[in-house]
């Protein structure tokens, strides 16, 4: 049980396009998604916050207009990094979990994005 | 804001026992998780602690003192495949967020 899926497992993509990554939690609801960033041999960074129906809450220094969260339903939610430049080619990681306490994230695959 | 604090790297014996240390500062502490990350691949559930004592599951255990700010995870019986990073990350009361110290790459020598 608590299996989260992200797609796509990488991208590639040219500097100004934009990029949709979906995460879902395949036998669970997930009151709470939450969004990753992770760089090359450091630790993941909180970039957001998800809560179905709701608007994000993103984390200081993290522009919610470059990065477009959308949570329509209890099993996914995804993440448009729109505008891509090389700086954001980066490890983004989704979690899911079961409600607002202090309640286990699960993890999806991870999706690696690289900007040329 | 948080600090989490973990060694950068250690090294050990396939068969041997190693033990992470983690140590925090955090306002509406609620708990923390431990996880463990294949180079490449995401963060996958080891344990959660959210009262003082300790916690084992089969080779891995995981103990916490909350006054202390201090928590450890020992890896019994090392196998090559334990060589991973272990994240430490503790939970706020608010929101459920968590915040992840810089991680422990554990490499394990035969």
């Known amino acids: 049980g608590a299996v989260v899926s992200q797609h796509p497992s990488r991208v590639i993509c040219k500097s100004g396009t934009s990029v949709k990554i979906e995460c879902r939690s395949l036998?669970?609801?997930?009151?709470?998604m939450f969004w990753y960033r992770q760089f090359p041999k450091q630790s993941l960074m909180l970039m957001a916050t998800?809560?179905?129906?709701?608007?994000?809450?993103?984390e200081q220094g993290v522009e919610k207009d470059k990065f477009l969260i959308n949570h329509a339903s209890l099993t996914l939610s995804t993440l448009t990094v729109t505008s891509a430049h090389p700086e954001d080619s980066s490890f983004y990681i989704c979690?899911?979990?079961?409600?607002?306490?202090?309640?286990?994230?699960?993890f999806g695959p991870g999706t690696r994005l690289t900007v040329l | 804001g948080q600090n989490i604090d973990q060694p950068t790297e250690m090294t050990a014996t396939e068969g041997a026992i190693v033990q992470i240390n983690c140590t925090y500062q955090?306002?509406?502490?609620?708990?923390l998780f431990w996880y463990q990350q294949h180079a490449g691949e995401a963060p996958t559930f080891l344990s959660y602690?959210?009262?003082?004592g300790l916690e084992e599951k089969g080779r891995f255990s995981s103990f916490l003192s909350r006054s202390k700010g201090y928590s450890y995870l020992l890896l019994k019986e090392l196998q090559m495949k334990d060589s991973a990073s272990y994240l430490c990350?503790?939970?706020?009361?608010?929101?459920?967020?968590?915040?992840f110290g810089g991680g422990t790459r554990v490499l394990v020598k035969p």
């Open positions: 990350a503790v939970s706020k009361a608010a929101g459920n967020k968590l915040t």
């Open positions: 998800s809560n179905e129906g709701s608007k994000a809450t993103y």
């Open positions: 602690n959210v009262l003082d």
């Open positions: 036998d669970f609801q997930a009151t709470t």
């Open positions: 979690s899911a979990s079961l409600a607002g306490g202090a309640d286990t994230q699960y």
């Open positions: 955090t306002s509406g502490f609620n708990g």
